[in-house]
């Protein structure tokens, strides 16, 4: 089945913008419209949002952007999800590996522009794994940055053409940390080190007390989104 035009998936947007009014009628509304056409993306901090939607999409896709720089924990957790939970996780991976990248562009490319790194090993190799889908949910949370402070419910991806679904946008880290503790969801254990928010290992640091938690994540280089969900 081909996929539906861009017009038509920008309507079922609108559509479900007016409809989810929470997190589970966000989830019920897109498996219902899109069924298997729905993937799920994660950084793998956590399962919750895999969870979450298997509920109503049992061995839905788990898209896991594999860029080939992430701490071992990650990818433990990543296993972890696999082995646990009722989806399928499906490794999303670059288009050159990190020694390609490292001869076309220069050894460490994050350390001089992560923008760039983040576009090569992030942003594209979702859009391309995006490519069969209609739908794809993020675990974004409004409160996290200021670029996510107005996320929907239910979104009109202009970029890739498709509706995306944040079906956590409202939800407060105490929502997180219980539905977590309640179904038993894989975590990534650096989460309890120090580091509420993970990312590729090079560009995440540890968080001290009182600091903001995404202020690890490409501390001191002015930039707190890899760009997938903005
Ligand atoms: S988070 Fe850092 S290492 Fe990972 S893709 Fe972005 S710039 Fe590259």
Redesign the pocket.
């Given at each position: 089945m081909s996929r539906r035009t861009t017009d038509a998936l920008r309507a079922l947007a609108a559509e479900g913008h007016a409809l989810a009014v929470d997190a589970q009628s966000c989830v019920s509304w897109a498996v219902a419209t899109f069924g298997h056409r729905l993937a799920v993306s994660s950084s793998m901090s956590n399962g919750a949002l895999a969870h979450f939607v298997a509920q109503s999409l049992p061995s839905v896709d788990v898209l896991f952007l594999d860029?080939g720089?992430h701490f071992p924990e990650t990818i433990a957790t990543r296993d972890d999800v696999a082995a646990r939970l009722p989806v399928t996780v499906v490794d999303v991976r670059p288009r050159q590996t990190v020694a390609q990248q490292d001869q076309a562009y220069g050894r460490d490319a994050?350390s001089r522009d992560?923008w760039l790194?983040?576009r090569l090993?992030?942003v594209l190799p979702l859009d391309d794994a995006l490519m069969p889908y209609e739908a794809w949910a993020s675990g974004i949370r409004r409160g996290e940055t200021p670029q996510r402070a107005n996320a929907q419910y239910v979104e009109f991806d202009g970029t890739r053409g498709l509706v995306k679904i944040n079906p956590f946008v409202e939800w407060s880290e105490r929502d997180l940390a219980a539905y977590i503790v309640a179904n038993d969801i894989p975590v990534n254990p650096l989460e309890y080190q120090g580091y509420p928010s993970i990312?590729?290992a090079?560009?995440t640091s540890k968080v001290a007390a009182g600091e903001d938690s995404r202020s690890g994540r490409w501390r001191g280089l002015g930039k707190d989104e890899?760009g997938i969900n903005i």
């Open positions: 860029t720089y994050y992560p790194c983040c090993r992030k990312g590729c090079p560009c890899c």
